[in-house]
């Protein structure tokens, strides 16, 4: 019972730290309809936390148990200080998006408090998955007991140490609770990731009450949250200490404000894009991915605008690149020590031409997987199903540079997915396998938004199509 | 009219005691819950014998009483779950205002809201085996495991007694497959390690075997070619991490499994 009193601490510090974070940036209080709550505390709170225990790996490879803790005592007074005055200003129900429960039939309200609770006691388990242990959880331990990448465990490639170079930004957050712990225990560690699943539910139920109202932001919410890959417990779902969905929520984040960012240049929200943004690089390597996504939207979606305010403009690429480039330099110094597996080299043979020429029968192996992979019912209860038809079936007015830049970006990220498992070196279909549904997973939560949007603008059910009809 | 006043005084006394009733159902299995999330196990009460073992019928019993005594609360009882008239009137007046598109996403929408909730259905039961490992089989016998055939538990539990068997200061060399990987976080702080040469073949037999696919006829695959070169001798790769003992885990197969001391 001690654990998970100090496992509940270290999340509400990150929080905290979080909220402190916001708190400091002027200009917070003026979000229209979605005031910065929880799930934008919890996802600030530990990519900052996370920056900051980046900067001791980065300079000599080391993090000792005092780096933890400082990272804990600068959160609790984050905390305490401007995340209390944050919390004050937005009300405690708007903060914790209890407006949006409320909103919610009562028997909905029931179902949505049992899902939490169901998810809450799977999260007080030990890991049990793969990669959990495997990758992330090998890292924690290790990044715990000896505070170093510079043991044999990162160093020696005769160690089984799976992807020793993959970013350091889960096992960080599981060694500080590690370390808040005394132990390297991993029961209850889970309860980081049912907070970066209700984050992103949230995330994506304010964005729907900015635009539709609480009552819209409630139940997209909960369909989101519904969702098996991301509640549930079986390998690479959101309810395993996997990257996926602490990745999902980031780059999610990062999308929303970057958007907000372009009805308004220069605001703070560029600077917490940036931040997401640069958390995700640490996350995942698909966050490069992600980055050049966003980078190739923005570009795009300003050039269909027009726009002619360029020194804002400028002024907001600058806001969102600081924190995400310092984090990715973090991020690549930590890694310089750990030395690449010792055949990695072989997958060098994409960059071939005799590998490329005989690629061309590759898109109609994959197509097969893909289509059942989006039309799985026990994975995505047809969620994709229904964004597909949601897009191509409702008729709406001309997209607004927003939601055309969340398509944009949604596009592209698939595209580059696609374009991964057309090239890759490895057995495609194991390939395919063990790491397609993790991808969808991190665009899943944009999808959700963009039908969100689409289904908001079309008028339907309610209004009726002759308003759209009428806008177009 | 008397008749009329009567039923509907009888109703009302009827939805009053169901929501009374359904009202200390949910008490009673907000405490079963507790009781099965808390202290899971088999519970005598007098002649009653009581598995909770599992949260799912307990929470969906739960839900089942929730939705009752909402259901029967006085504003909403011409109807269950606060169903009135209305709203399926006003779905048919949607419905003939909608385009065939927006009707199309209706009925999407309502088969992915069934499917949800099936979903939903089947969670308490995928929740279980990541509360509790393997269940209740914990305390069986290798040999029975290693009968049952199945190769995660087999090696999760081959593992565990590597754990409970290997010294604080032991350092490990690991054959096997891919399973190695889940072995080095089991036995940390201990470490284990893998020759090269297995741990390749490990890596290609993780993409391949596992999925029962034969290798790709094309040289060009990495997992076609052989294993770097340059890589040590066994005995000096033992000798250079100053390697202690040996653990094999072979699949199915207890008697080729091992755990021991490298001379």
Redesign the interface.
């Known amino acids: 019972m001690i654990a998970l009193l100090k496992v509940t601490a270290g999340l509400a510090l990150f929080t905290g730290a979080g909220a402190g974070l916001i708190g400091l940036i002027p200009g917070t209080e003026e979000n229209d309809g979605d005031p910065l709550h929880f799930g934008w505390c919890v996802l600030a709170g530990t990519a900052l936390a996370a920056l900051l225990l980046h900067v001791p790996l980065a300079l000599d490879g080391h993090i000792p148990h005092a780096a933890f803790l400082l990272a804990f005592c600068l959160s609790l007074v984050l905390a305490v200080g401007p995340g209390r005055a944050h919390v004050r200003r937005i009300g405690i129900a708007r903060f914790f998006g209890l407006d949006l429960l409320y909103a919610l039939p009562s028997w909905l309200r029931v179902v949505t408090l049992l899902l939490v609770l169901l998810a809450f006691s799977a999260a007080l388990g030990p890991f049990v998955a793969w990669d959990e242990r495997a990758i992330f959880g090998l890292k924690a331990r290790v990044l715990y007991h000896e505070g170093s990448v510079l043991g044999e465990a990162f160093r020696d490639t005769g160690y089984i140490h799976i992807h020793a170079r993959y970013p350091l930004l889960v096992p960080l957050l599981e060694a500080s609770l590690f370390t808040l712990k005394g132990s390297g225990d991993d029961r209850f560690l889970k309860l980081l990731f049912l907070l970066f699943s209700l984050s992103l539910a949230l995330v994506v139920a304010g964005e729907a009450r900015r635009l539709h109202g609480p009552r819209a932001g409630g139940l997209w919410g909960l369909l989101l949250l519904a969702t098996p890959m991301l509640i549930g417990p079986s390998e690479g779902r959101g309810m395993t200490a996997y990257a996926d969905l602490p990745f999902a929520a980031f780059v999610t984040g990062a999308t929303v404000l970057l958007g907000r960012a372009i009805d308004h240049p220069g605001s703070r929200d560029a600077l917490l894009a940036g931040l997401l943004l640069g958390a995700a690089l640490a996350t995942k390597q698909e966050g490069a991915i992600w980055a050049m996504a966003l980078g190739l939207a923005l570009l795009v979606t300003l050039w269909r605008r027009m726009a002619p305010r360029t020194a804002g403009l400028a002024r907001s690429t600058a806001t969102v690149a600081a924190p995400a480039l310092l984090f990715l330099a973090l991020s690549l110094a930590a890694h310089r020590w750990t030395p690449a597996p010792a055949w990695s080299e072989r997958y060098s043979v994409v960059f071939s031409l005799a590998w490329l020429r005989q690629l061309g029968w590759r898109p109609v192996e994959i197509a097969p997987f893909v289509l059942r992979q989006l039309t799985n019912w026990k994975v995505w209860g047809w969620g994709w199903l229904l964004v597909v038809t949601g897009l191509l079936a409702l008729r709406r007015p001309r997209l607004l540079p927003t939601p055309f830049f969340w398509r944009v970006t949604a596009l592209a990220v698939f595209a580059a997915d696609i374009g991964i498992f057309i090239v890759t070196p490895n057995h495609v279909h194991w390939h395919l396998a063990t790491a397609f549904s993790r991808l969808l997973l991190h665009l899943f939560p944009l999808a959700i938004l963009i039908l969100m949007e689409q289904v908001g603008a079309s008028g339907w059910p309610g209004r009726g199509h002759a308003e759209a009809e009428t806008h177009a | 009219m008397t008749h009329w006043l009567r039923r509907q005084f009888e109703a009302e006394v009827i939805r009053r005691r169901t929501h009374r009733s359904a009202v200390v159902a949910c008490v009673l299995f907000a405490v079963v819950?507790s009781l099965a999330?808390l202290r899971p196990g088999i519970y005598t009460v007098g002649p009653l014998v009581i598995g909770l073992e599992s949260?799912r019928n307990p929470?969906l019993e739960?839900?089942a009483a929730?939705?009752v005594a909402?259901a029967t609360r006085r504003r909403s009882f011409h109807l269950p779950?606060?169903f009135r008239l209305e709203p399926p009137l006003r779905l048919r007046r949607?419905w003939f205002?909608?385009?065939?598109?927006?009707r199309?996403?209706?009925i999407?929408?309502t088969?992915?809201l069934l499917?949800?909730s099936?979903?939903?259905l089947r969670?308490?039961g995928?929740?279980l085996?990541?509360?509790?490992?393997f269940g209740n089989r914990i305390d069986d016998p290798l040999e029975e495991v290693f009968a049952r055939g199945n190769r995660y538990e087999q090696f999760e539990r081959f593992f565990e007694r590597c754990r409970q068997e290997l010294p604080d200061d032991a350092r490990v060399l690991?054959s096997g497959r891919s399973e190695?990987?889940?072995?080095?976080?089991?036995l940390?702080?201990r470490?284990?390690?893998?020759?090269?040469t297995d741990?390749?073949v490990a890596?290609i037999g993780?993409?391949?075997l596992?999925?029962g696919?034969p290798?790709?006829d094309?040289e060009?695959?990495?997992?076609s070619?052989p294993?770097?070169l340059g890589?040590p001798s066994l005995e000096s790769?033992v000798a250079a991490?100053r390697i202690t003992h040996e653990v094999r885990f072979v699949e199915s197969d207890l008697a080729e499994c091992r755990i021991g001391t490298i001379r």
């Open positions: 819950v999330l949260l929470l739960l839900g929730v939705l909402l779950f606060g949607l205002g909608w385009t065939p598109g927006g199309v996403f209706a999407v929408l088969a992915k499917i949800t099936l979903n939903l969670l308490p995928q929740y085996p990541s509360l509790r490992d690991y190695g990987q889940l072995l080095a976080y089991i940390y702080p470490p284990v390690f893998m020759h090269p741990r390749y890596w993780h993409q391949v596992d999925l696919r290798l790709p094309d060009l695959f990495p997992g070619l294993p770097p890589v790769f991490r």
